[in-house]
């Protein structure tokens, strides 16, 4: 089975890059055949090892338009029909629906492929806050009106919510996997009190205001125990996240921010903490569920983690998996410390859960026997 896996992450969002990454390899595992890569590599769209375009990833207006309007370049030159030869699959990574990619998808059917198309959240129309751009929210609304017509084109979509159906379309429901051979296990060195981890591209919906405020609570109420708050990774909540430290003499020498932080730099972070934090912040995205792709960054690291809503991977019963409320209320810091001191579980056990049940190959071959 031959396989074409299209995505436009660029190498700056590090977790969903290593996502991508890992999904290849268990598919060429899986099929025993290489897996050509559509994909954004140093401000350049490649096609396998053919360079395409430029496709630079900046955040400013101006470099917003420009993107557009690579990826309308981009679109037309993948018509080609050399491109798709003896491909029987064409897996593509979410991206929003505009004419021209309507107009890519019904050349994509006309080459007989098998077209699956993976939306990592669903349903996804509130993850766009109502202060994002008009130019966020234009496309947004041309987003909802081309979307009715996946259904011509897309046999399947790749959810890891539980729809049976999206957008007409039959869905092939998976979970988030983890690659072990690229997550070291902690190796914990001695530091005083508690050490709390945040790792994150810092969206409003991972709810890092909501740990800030919490611990800010405990400080007030008399919390005795001493607390680092560690947050790795940069985005657009970040300038306020600052703010709320600044303007809080008593978190000043609580939390360091860190920025963006991989390889051996991140791993020490991770040595010296005990307790990660998975998103506390998705009723701000209207979900209740989800299948994160840190959580099990953290589970194969063999740290124990609080979350804030239900993930598919992991019962409540897990002694090492810690659930508070999904919503805007503070959480409980003298609780969760107390539910730290008390875990009987290594970094070993916790790592073994995630050898047991988070696999990619696993998860992608789910999608290999359903296509």
Same mark, same amino acid.
């Given at each position: 089975?031959?396989?074409?896996?299209?995505?436009?992450?660029?190498?700056?969002?590090?977790?969903?890059?290593?996502?991508?990454?890992?999904?290849?390899?268990?598919?060429?595992?899986?099929?025993?055949?290489?897996?050509?890569?559509?994909?954004?590599?140093?401000?350049?769209?490649?096609?396998?090892?053919?360079?395409?375009?430029?496709?630079?990833?900046?955040?400013?207006? +101006?470099?917003?338009?420009?993107?557009?309007?690579?990826?309308?370049?981009?679109?037309?030159?993948?018509?080609?029909?050399?491109?798709?030869?003896?491909?029987?699959?064409?897996?593509?990574?979410?991206?929003?629906?505009?004419?021209?990619?309507?107009?890519?998808?019904?050349?994509?059917?006309?080459?007989?492929?098998?077209?699956?198309?993976?939306?990592?959240?669903?349903?996804?129309?509130?993850?766009?806050?109502?202060?994002?751009?008009?130019?966020?929210?234009?496309?947004?609304?041309?987003?909802?009106?081309?979307?009715?017509?996946?259904?011509?084109?897309?046999?399947?979509?790749?959810?890891?919510?539980?729809?049976?159906?999206?957008?007409?379309?039959?869905?092939?429901?998976?979970?988030?996997?983890?690659?072990?051979?690229?997550?070291?296990?902690?190796?914990?060195?001695?530091?005083?009190?508690?050490?709390? +981890?945040?790792?994150?591209?810092?969206?409003?919906?991972?709810?890092?205001?909501?740990?800030?405020?919490?611990?800010?609570?405990?400080?007030?109420?008399?919390?005795?125990?001493?607390?680092?708050?560690?947050?790795?990774?940069?985005?657009?909540?970040?300038?306020?996240?600052?703010?709320?430290?600044?303007?809080?003499?008593?978190?000043?020498?609580?939390?360091?921010?860190?920025?963006?932080?991989?390889?051996?730099?991140?791993?020490?972070?991770?040595?010296?903490?005990?307790?990660?934090?998975?998103?506390?912040?998705?009723?701000?995205?209207?979900?209740?569920?989800?299948?994160?792709?840190?959580?099990?960054?953290?589970?194969?690291?063999?740290?124990?983690?609080?979350?804030?809503?239900?993930?598919?991977?992991?019962?409540?019963?897990?002694?090492?998996?810690?659930?508070?409320?999904?919503?805007?209320?503070?959480?409980?810091?003298?609780?969760?410390?107390?539910?730290?001191?008390?875990?009987?579980?290594?970094?070993?056990?916790?790592?073994?859960?995630?050898?047991?049940?988070?696999?990619?190959?696993?998860?992608?071959?789910?999608?290999?026997?359903?296509?």
């Amino acid at each position: 089975m031959k396989i074409i896996f299209f995505s436009l992450i660029p190498e700056e969002i590090l977790g969903v890059r290593k996502k991508i990454k890992a999904q290849v390899k268990a598919l060429e595992k899986l099929t025993r055949s290489k897996v050509i890569e559509a994909r954004i590599e140093k401000e350049n769209f490649y096609f396998g090892e053919e360079k395409v375009s430029k496709y630079k990833f900046k955040k400013d207006f +101006i470099n917003k338009i420009l993107r557009r309007i690579n990826l309308v370049k981009i679109l037309i030159k993948l018509k080609k029909e050399e491109y798709y030869k003896n491909t029987d699959v064409i897996y593509i990574r979410n991206f929003k629906c505009t004419p021209m990619s309507i107009n890519w998808l019904r050349f994509l059917k006309k080459q007989d492929l098998r077209i699956l198309l993976e939306i990592p959240t669903y349903p996804y129309d509130k993850e766009i806050k109502n202060n994002s751009s008009i130019l966020v929210k234009f496309l947004v609304w041309i987003d909802k009106i081309y979307r009715k017509k996946l259904n011509l084109y897309v046999d399947k979509i790749i959810t890891f919510s539980e729809d049976k159906e999206i957008f007409n379309i039959p869905c092939i429901s998976i979970e988030n996997g983890i690659d072990l051979e690229e997550v070291k296990l902690v190796e914990k060195k001695e530091h005083k009190g508690i050490n709390f +981890i945040s790792v994150s591209q810092c969206h409003f919906w991972h709810g890092i205001d909501r740990v800030l405020y919490s611990l800010l609570q405990y400080i007030k109420s008399g919390g005795k125990e001493e607390i680092r708050f560690h947050i790795v990774g940069e985005g657009t909540e970040t300038p306020k996240l600052k703010k709320i430290v600044e303007n809080n003499i008593e978190l000043q020498d609580m939390v360091t921010f860190y920025g963006f932080k991989s390889g051996e730099e991140l791993d020490e972070i991770y040595n010296n903490s005990d307790i990660a934090l998975g998103s506390l912040g998705f009723y701000r995205s209207g979900l209740e569920k989800g299948s994160t792709l840190k959580m099990r960054e953290y589970c194969a690291k063999g740290l124990p983690f609080v979350v804030g809503y239900d993930d598919t991977s992991f019962s409540k019963d897990l002694s090492f998996y810690y659930q508070v409320s999904n919503d805007e209320s503070l959480l409980d810091i003298e609780k969760i410390i107390e539910w730290y001191k008390n875990l009987k579980v290594t970094p070993e056990e916790i790592r073994k859960y995630a050898e047991d049940n988070l696999s990619w190959d696993k998860q992608m071959k789910k999608v290999i026997d359903n296509i």
